[in-house]
């Protein structure tokens, strides 16, 4: 299948994480607020996603020889909208725009707003059963396309979740890998204080899945588990759980009591970019 | 002030003379003097699915209680079984056609409009993607109580934005719906009628045609004109028989679409000096009474105005023919109410 030009390019995956952190604290201060926490916790995953593991036509979004990227959970769409401008498919220009009224970034992601947005999540829960149903329409089509679904741990609260991890692994959905970001934060406090899904990763083995769990924050780690699944030679699903650390680059925000939605004071967004911009990768 | 609507019932009680069997989930309804057709969803959809590659069946462990199993049978490798779990039934069509294909998913209705709502609304009816979704026991077709009784099931797909809503009467709606359903670009829920289908429309008017989004008028009458919709249609052509003896002239629309509604036929049959009487297999809020209401006093066409329906309360288990006429859907029921209020 024929890769993207910009995955053909040097830039490193490093550098790439990097970027996306910026537009996403960039546009966090278009809004004086957004999903950044998260945003910089997924950036890593997203940069791997979007310049190692997926298939995709940055001119084209709709090709249909492309790996289908869901985001179920529609709350990380400022980091999404980053990792969609740095590989081409949403133009920078429209960075100020994020969360404005009639534009292409509303502050929740919905497929009819945005080129690149596969699917309205938001509703938690709702990915990966939706996932299952382009899984098992790809099979009926013989495409070699992949889908892709990243969700939340917090979604693993949602009973759906489990009833279409069920579905993946029954009818042998080798095509399937879903990410579970999981940075340990629900809107009322740690995920594993609340309602725990752990052991998550023997949950989804249980479940017929091949799973691997690893430092999501990572970049060489990253690749390889994006690697082994896609080359799993199984007929079944795939799970990536990511451990991440929310606010991940910019220190004075991972150390502030880390919250659901975190609050950046006006005049923190420059600090925080000057902060990442202290350690720029090659 | 109490919020309950059903009263508790745990007095002993004594063996009845006679046999009131509890209509279960495979009941056939009451419909003397009709001819009946066998399973006209499931061979309406194989008919289809031979010229059109697009389409594609799932079911939630409903498949046989839904006549989907006669296109399961045909079409083994184009039929998804997803187990009890609606909310996956309702998210996997979505993904299918996300992909370019036509799903048809059954369940019953209760477990469509209250399990699976919020994935009928964001991963199907947000996203305008053509899932047909086809349940069975639509209203007070079951005597097994609440749990399996979806008298409001109409009233929650009606707040929904672009979803098409079908309460077909007989075999010829449910059999011709189907390449309708499947010609509308967009989500549908229908309410299925399933097994031995009475065909009841073209007995009262033989060159009867379902037409999507189209109210017809099957009988004329000049003394009131009942607007109804799903098995309530038959009712009211019985009832309208019954009523003649009396010399009382009954007119009936039948609106098997109620979204969206077909207004101008409403209108047109409305604004004649008739008694206005909508019934429906549904509760009386939210249905197609309170459409037809909106749609006559938008209007400004106010006839006298009455509905059968429905009560606002969890019904009562038990034998179906008891559970109709005590909650006013049965053939002499709706004779009787039309009679009262002239």
């Known amino acids: 299948m024929e890769a993207s030009i910009e995955r053909r390019s040097n830039v490193s995956l490093a550098r790439r994480a990097w970027n996306i952190r910026r537009k996403a604290i960039q546009m966090g201060e278009v809004q004086g607020q957004g999903y950044v926490g998260q945003a910089l916790g997924v950036a890593d995953v997203l940069a791997v996603s979007f310049f190692h593991a997926v298939e995709y036509r940055a001119e084209d979004p709709e090709w249909e020889g492309r790996d289908r990227y869901q985001l179920s959970i529609g709350h990380y769409a400022i980091a999404f909208y980053a990792a969609l401008m740095e590989a081409g498919i949403l133009p920078e220009e429209e960075l100020g725009t994020y969360g404005m009224d009639d534009s292409r970034m509303p502050m929740s992601g919905m497929a009819s707003y945005t080129p690149g947005m596969e699917m309205s999540g938001g509703s938690l829960g709702l990915g990966l059963s939706v996932a299952v149903g382009r899984a098992l329409g790809l099979k009926r089509k013989d495409s070699p396309a992949f889908v892709f679904n990243l969700m939340s741990d917090g979604e693993l609260g949602e009973g759906s979740t489990w009833e279409a991890a069920m579905a993946a692994a029954h009818h042998k959905l080798g095509n399937l890998i879903c990410i579970v970001d999981f940075n340990n934060q629900q809107a009322d406090g740690a995920s594993t204080g609340m309602c725990s899904s752990e052991p998550i990763d023997a949950k989804f083995e249980a479940f017929g899945w091949f799973t691997q769990r690893i430092d999501g924050n990572d970049i060489d780690t990253l690749v390889a588990a994006f690697d082994a699944a896609r080359e799993h030679e199984g007929a079944r699903p795939r799970v990536i759980i990511c451990d991440t650390k929310m606010c991940k680059g910019v220190p004075f925000l991972e150390e502030r009591e880390i919250t659901h939605f975190v609050r950046v004071e006006p005049d923190e967004w420059q600090k925080a970019l000057a902060v990442l911009d202290e350690e720029t990768p090659e | ?342």
């Open chain 2, 1 to 342: 002030m109490t919020a309950a609507t059903r009263a508790r019932k745990y007095e002993p009680r004594k063996v009845p003379e006679g046999k009131q069997a509890t209509s279960a989930m495979i009941a056939s309804l009451e419909a003397e003097g009709y001819d009946t057709v066998a399973a006209p969803f499931g061979n309406a959809l194989n008919a289809l699915a031979e010229k059109d590659e697009r389409i594609v069946g799932l079911s939630a462990d409903l498949s046989k209680y839904t006549d989907l199993h006669v296109f399961a049978n045909a079409y083994p490798d184009r039929f998804y079984q997803m187990g009890m779990a609606e909310q996956s039934l309702m998210g996997t069509a979505a993904g299918l056609a996300h992909e370019g294909f036509i799903p048809f998913a059954t369940t019953y209705a209760v477990f469509a409009s209250r399990r699976a709502y919020d994935f009928v609304s964001q991963t199907i009816a947000e996203e305008g993607l053509p899932v047909k979704i086809c349940c069975a026991l639509p209203g007070l077709t079951s005597g097994y109580g609440p749990s399996h009784q979806a008298t409001e099931d109409i009233a929650i797909f009606r707040g929904l934005p672009d979803i098409a809503i079908v309460d077909p009467c007989d075999a010829t709606d449910v059999a011709q719906m189907v390449p309708e359903l499947v010609a509308y670009n967009g989500p549908v829920y229908a309410r299925l009628l399933r097994g031995q289908v009475a065909n009841v429309l073209q007995k009262h008017k033989p060159d009867y045609q379902f037409k999507l989004g189209k109210a017809q008028m099957i009988r004329e009458g000049k003394d009131v004109l009942v607007i109804s919709t799903g098995i309530m249609t038959m009712r009211a052509l019985d009832a309208a028989e019954d009523l003649a003896k009396d010399g009382i002239d009954v007119a009936v629309l039948h609106c098997p679409t109620i979204k969206p509604l077909d207004t101008e036929t409403i209108l047109a049959g409305a604004g004649k000096g008739r008694l206005c009487v909508v019934a429906e297999n549904h509760t009386k809020l939210g249905g197609l009474g309170e459409a037809v209401a909106t749609t006559l006093l938008t209007a400004g066409v106010v006839p006298v105005f009455r509905q059968i329906g429905l009560p606002d309360q969890f019904l009562e288990a038990g034998a179906l023919p008891t559970l109709h006429d005590m909650y006013g859907i049965s053939r002499r029921a709706v004779g009787e109410q039309i009679k009262s209020w002239l």
